[in-house]
């Protein structure tokens, strides 16, 4: 009977403790991370508890107090490991730092801070918890891995001050392996107020071509390879789900992302939106407190579908992705970009990281924009295409073409082309035409570009060079009008290559060639070897 008795007794909070703290260990060990933390939350409290109650005692046990803190900040710290593996990245940073508040050198909560601010690209914070580690007698074990973080910070910090990037090994590897790791980075721009629509981000001095504007981190990304069977659309809805979901999660346990995902818009009352901030772009950007909006998931659902880029185009080819590869993801700071048919930036998708440059010339205070669709089509086409994104484009190159298309000689080029005339006959009209209607600069640009599958049809054509000779202008003239207009592009840079391949490249030609190579993919390739390998690749694609 005493045996049951005592069996039957309450455990003292010192036991409670231990079976608490023997349970938790386990299941970290074991890597179930949820239930560890719901775990060390117990014994994180209880020891909180006994800490106070001891602190009051008349003649508190200053040895008992020390072993109680010591305890208190070790689980704190398995805490923050179990709660950065979940992805709860504000909790796990604030275990960390009431963990270093116990002990300020404590070696695991200076190496897990360190790896949670490095996820948050905090790079200069993360050097400083990972140089701290090295010093202490722990890290004699695991100093190769801690030098490794340290030399990471340390690159990491350089690319996000300077933009100092460049994929040109990665490149010459044939893009093997893991993509590169990549900082984040904002460089000379702005969010204001946008005549195109809502708000819109703008150079703050003048950009060379090639110039590296932004480097963005994906809160979320989806990928995957459509089936053919039903043209990938089930695919694609159990793919958006996926990625709401993941958007969801992430702003839920961080409350930066949180924040980040609340400046953009929903879709309505676009005038009453304020400006952020650059500063909260920016990888050093201090945390901000918790929000007083509760988490919404219908507006982010709307945040997703005004916001969310997909992973096609240029960046499936430069990567060699497969012709039925499909990504989705949210990069917050390019969502910011609007559209225009004489855009002046492209993007560059590499990991789960997105890169903008500018594609020509930008003045100081001229907007940045991205092509949404196909630019080198004529004004009709890309009306029927800016329907199905939910706008009606009235940028300078549009106003100018709804005037000329006016011209029923510019209705009978259209129509002739579509009925199978020949493309020659159809680029002398439009040349000849734009001489007397006294086209000049950039409007001519303006229209080349619209017309660009008759020239590069033209040009590709050695029947059609022939026959037209000098009555249609010469290929670098017309790559350099439309790729001042409209940005370069590799259909472009593809004709320009093609035209001099077979006499022959001099010097000029292989200047502009690499120039307008910078303008389709930026100067973060800085070998000429590898940035020739693209344009190689590039001229052989279809």
Known sequence: MREEDQLQQPLTPEELMQELRFKATELLLREEWQESVQVYTQFINLCQDQISVKSHQNHPDPDLLTKLQKSLCLALSNRAEALSRLRDLTGALKDCD?????ESTHFKSLVCKGKILLSLNRYSMALDCFKTAVLDPQASGNLETLNGYVQKCKKLEFQSR????????????????????LAEYTGPVQI???ELSGRGLFATKNIDAGTLLLVTKAIATERGILSSEDSGESARLVMWKNFVDKVVDSATKCERTHHLISTLSSGED???LEAPEMSLFRPEAEEIGELNEKLDKVKILN??????LVEDSVSAKVLGRNSDYYGVGLWVLASFINHSCNPNARRLHVGDHVLVHASRDVKAGEEITFAYFDVLSPLSKRNEMSKTWGFHCSCKRCKFEEEMCSKQEMKEIEIGLERGIDVGSAIFRLEEGMRRWMVRGRGKGYMRASFWAAYFEAYGSEKSVTRWGRRIPAVDIVVD??????????????VFMQAFRGNGVSLVDMEKSL????????????????????????????
């Not at 993919?521 to 000429?528: A, D, E, I, L, S």
């Open 481 to 494: 009008s439309v790729a001042e207009a409209v940005g370069c592009d590799e259909r472009v840079l593809k």
């Open 192 to 194: 204001k107020r946008s």
């Open 270 to 272: 676009e005038d009453k």
């Open 162 to 181: 300077t933009g100092a990037f460049d994929l040109s090994d990665w490149i010459l590897s044939g893009f093997r392996g893991k993509s590169p790791e």
């Open 98 to 102: 009431q963990a270093l508040k116990i």
């Open 515 to 542: 120039k307008l190579g910078r303008g389709v993919h930026g100067k973060v390739v800085k070998k000429q070897q590898a940035l020739r390998s693209l344009l190689d690749s590039g001229t052989h694609d279809a």
């Open 303 to 308: 945040v997703l579908d005004v916001n969310s």
